[in-house]
């Protein structure tokens, strides 16, 4: 039996971004956290 996952990111910073686009590539991608509302924008 296969368990798949979606992680959640906090933080869209420059790791926070690499890891955003490899988790939606995968279709792993649950959430993402930001406190920085034009950064969040710019990731939609």
Do not use: P, Q
Not at 7 to 21: D, E, F, L, P, Y
Request: proline share 0%; aromatic share 4%; charged share 20%.
């Amino acid at each position: 039996m296969t368990r798949s996952y979606n992680v959640c990111v906090i933080g869209a910073g420059r790791w926070g971004k690499n890891h955003i686009r490899t988790l939606s590539e995968m279709g792993a991608l649950g959430g993402v956290v930001e406190s920085d509302s034009e950064v969040l924008n710019s990731l939609k």
